[in-house]
């Protein structure tokens, strides 16, 4: 069973999610410039074994954000009023590259309530100053209403080269034109203001799921390799012909990897 869902809390107006499936819990977070229709097919099938939850986080799809002084942790916080609207005590928190900074976040945040934490295509580092200088020009491009080109120009790279001419990538682009410049803008500059995070992985019981993509160019293995022998427990899948979208490029291995995660994290 699909439902989708509306909420609204003092501090955001509106948050959508989508609820599938019955079990131990498992939440999606998107990442840039997506939303959690990024997750169906992936969701679709994890949901034959788990209650699977993926929002839109606020300012994404259906979403919205009171202040575009969006945080990171604002964004866990509105992972952690779905979930109390919910009723979940405890859930596997996985996310896409941003949504993977959100997950670490919820895990400084809310340590009682995760089980475990996926980082797909993600990283618990902050960006660096040629990052966040490359971020500040975008965002004067957002600004100038250059939101849609950038989009156009961006999300064919996501892919491995072999897969970025299919005709997924069209329809991941056409669904990401959907995300506002504001949105664009905001998502930026939390992402650009977050903090690191590396001290939650490290000596942490808490179990990491950690997806590579071997031709990642967002970030690349060689970026990630150090960050996942850090925790006690880490699941590690570097994906081969597989750029930063596994959701869409490697959605098998995906599947089956998260639920072999889910399930030792509630075993
Ligand atoms: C994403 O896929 O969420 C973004 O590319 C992450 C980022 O820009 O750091």
């Given at each position: ?31 840039f ?14 949901a ?20 575009e ?16 609207e ?21 895990a ?6 995760i ?64 995300t506002?410049?504001k ?38 293995v ?25 959701m ?16 030792y994290?509630?075993?």
């Amino acid at each position: 069973m699909k439902q989708d869902k509306l909420i609204s809390t003092k501090q955001f107006p509106r948050l959508a999610y989508t609820v599938r499936g019955e079990g131990s819990v498992l939440v999606l977070l998107h990442g840039f410039p997506l939303d959690r229709t990024i997750w169906n097919d992936v969701a679709e099938h994890l949901a034959g074994s788990f209650k699977v939850i993926t929002p839109d986080m606020p300012g994404a799809g259906l979403s919205t954000f009171s202040s575009e002084d969006l945080t990171i942790d604002d964004m866990a916080a509105s992972v952690n009023a779905i979930l109390k609207e919910e009723d979940v005590d405890k859930a596997v928190i996985a996310g896409h590259s941003m949504g993977g900074y959100v997950a670490v976040a919820y895990a400084e945040q809310y340590p009682d309530c995760i089980a475990g934490l996926g980082m797909i295509h993600s990283s618990a580092q902050a960006d660096s100053i040629e990052k966040k200088e490359q971020r500040q020009k975008s965002i004067n491009i957002f600004e100038k209403g250059g939101g849609s080109h950038f989009v156009k120009q961006m999300l064919p790279n996501l892919f491995s080269e072999e897969n970025s001419v299919n005709d997924y990538v069209s329809k991941v682009v056409e669904r990401a034109l959907l995300t506002s410049g504001k949105s664009l803008s905001a998502f930026y500059k939390a992402m650009m203001n977050r903090t690191e995070r590396i001290s939650i992985l490290r000596n942490n019981s808490l179990p990491v799921l950690w997806v590579l993509g071997n031709n990642d160019k967002v970030l690349p293995v060689k970026d990630l390799t150090q960050q996942t022998s850090l925790a006690n427990v880490n699941f590690v899948y570097n994906y081969q012909n597989c750029g930063h979208m596994s959701m869409i490029e490697a959605p098998s291995s995906l599947v089956e990897d998260m639920a072999l995660f889910v399930r030792y994290c509630n075993s």
